[in-house]
């Protein structure tokens, strides 16, 4: 059974830095994709960003890009998300997820494994 264990949200002003982390119970390099996705109340779960072992990409959504960085600790079996300048409308819950296998990164459906999420708040 693969546990992945989020931590690092909280309360932060618009403009300011979160750093989430993603504890795998497992060495991340046996999967091929760990990625962030988030929820905010009342919407559907989105696709954050995405780090690819097998063809070393990074991959990030729109919304996110120039703004979060996605990276891992190989020794601490740890991924993290680097997230600056953070706006009220990144609000949300935020999940780790891992896969196996192949898919697109951005579907949520072709990820194996998830953890608990992490509330991060933004406020004005």
């Known amino acids: 059974q693969v546990q992945l264990v989020e931590s690092g949200g909280g309360l932060v002003q618009a403009g300011g830095s979160l750093k989430l982390a993603c504890a795998a119970s497992?060495?991340?390099?046996?999967?091929?994709?760990m990625g962030w996705f988030r929820q905010a109340p009342g919407k559907e779960r989105e696709f954050v960003a995405a780090i690819n072992w097998n063809v070393l990409g990074t991959y990030y959504s729109n919304s996110v890009k120039g703004r979060f960085t996605i990276s891992r600790d190989k020794a601490k079996n740890t991924l993290y998300l680097q997230m600056n300048s953070l706006k009220p409308e990144d609000t949300a819950v935020y999940y780790c997820?891992?896969?196996?296998?192949?898919?697109?990164?951005?579907?949520?459906?072709?990820?194996?494994?998830w953890g608990q999420g992490t509330q991060v708040t933004v406020s004005s």
């Open positions: 997820a891992a896969k196996s296998s192949g898919g697109g990164y951005y579907s949520l459906s072709s990820y194996n494994y």
């Open positions: 497992r060495r991340t390099g046996s999967f091929s994709t």
